[in-house]
Nanobody
Framework: QVQLVESGGGLVQAGGSLRLSCAGSRYTARLYKMGWFRQAPGKEREFVAALWQPTNTSSYADSVKGRFAISRDAAKNTAYLQMDNLTPEDTAVYYC??????????????????WGQGTQVTVSS
C-alpha cells in the first residue's frame, strides 16, 4: 500500500520561501515518478513539477521554473518541493503524487496512481 503525506505548507509573504515534504511508505521507492500538483479555488488541478527515475530527470511548469526545485531522498522515501520567491499566484493546495512508469505524459494528473491529501500554501501580498 502506497501512502503519501504532505507537510510544510503555511502562510508566507510574497518573496518568501517554503519547503514542502511528501513522505511515502516504503513501497514508494519502487515507483517510477513523483510529482507535485496544485489547485487553487475555482481552478483545475495543475502540474507544478515532477521527478522520475532512474535518471532523476525533472520537469517544471513554466510558471515555476527558476523558483521551485523538486528533489527526492530515496533512503527516506520522501520527496521535496523547495519554493522560493513565492507570489500570491502560487496560493493553492499542493498535492504530491506518485506513480509507475506509463505512456501518459508526466505533466498529466492521470499519470499518477497515488495522491496525498494536500497541504495549503497561502502567499500574502
Amino acid at each position: 500500500q502506497v501512502q503519501l503525506v504532505e507537510s510544510g505548507g503555511g502562510l508566507v509573504q510574497a518573496g518568501g520561501s517554503l519547503r514542502l515534504s511528501c513522505a511515502g511508505s516504503r513501497y514508494t521507492a519502487r515507483l517510477y515518478k513523483m510529482g507535485w500538483f496544485r489547485q487553487a479555488p475555482g481552478k483545475e488541478r495543475e502540474f507544478v513539477a515532477a521527478l522520475w527515475q532512474p535518471t532523476n530527470t525533472s520537469s517544471y511548469a513554466d510558471s515555476v521554473k527558476g523558483r521551485f526545485a523538486i528533489s527526492r531522498d530515496a533512503a527516506k522515501n520522501t520527496a521535496y518541493l523547495q519554493m522560493d520567491n513565492l507570489t500570491p499566484e502560487d496560493t493553492a493546495v499542493y498535492y504530491c503524487a506518485a506513480g509507475p512508469i506509463s505512456t501518459v505524459p508526466i505533466q498529466t494528473p492521470r499519470a499518477y496512481q497515488y495522491w496525498g491529501q494536500g497541504t495549503q500554501v497561502t502567499v500574502s501580498s
